[in-house]
């Protein structure tokens, strides 16, 4: 578990060591799923679900502290919005590489 992450849970759901693994787990077998969603979304030109899904990488980033990702879930909402190929290319690939240091 990330450092980062340990201290948010602790201040926001107690010591339950066992409930924050449990809610970490969640965060990252939910990561690696809504990712591979992501790019599915990306390789099919759905800019819409491409958006919904990085809204819910965002709100789960957020939910145990995990700032980083969820600042690129939300620069890739912008460039699904706005179609942009490039940019959400770039930044799938900078959710992959956060998720192997989940």
């Known amino acids: 578990m990330k450092e980062v992450c340990k201290r948010y849970m602790h ?3 107690g010591d339950d060591e ?3 693994a449990e809610i970490y787990g969640e965060y990252k077998s ?3 799923v809504k990712l591979a969603e992501a790019r599915a979304a990306f390789a099919a030109g759905n800019w819409n679900a491409l ?9 789960n980033a957020l ?6 990702p ?3 879930a939300i620069a890739l909402r ?3 919005t706005l179609a942009d ?4 290319k770039k930044l799938i690939a900078d959710l992959e590489a956060f998720e192997k240091q989940i």
């Open 11 to 13: 201040d926001q759901f």
């Open 18 to 20: 066992e409930l924050l």
């Open 30 to 32: 939910s990561f690696g």
């Open 51 to 59: 958006d919904k899904i990085a809204h819910t990488i965002k709100g």
């Open 63 to 68: 939910a145990v502290g995990d700032a980083e």
């Open 70 to 72: 969820a600042e690129t």
């Open 78 to 80: 912008k460039a699904a």
């Open 85 to 88: 190929a490039e940019a959400s």
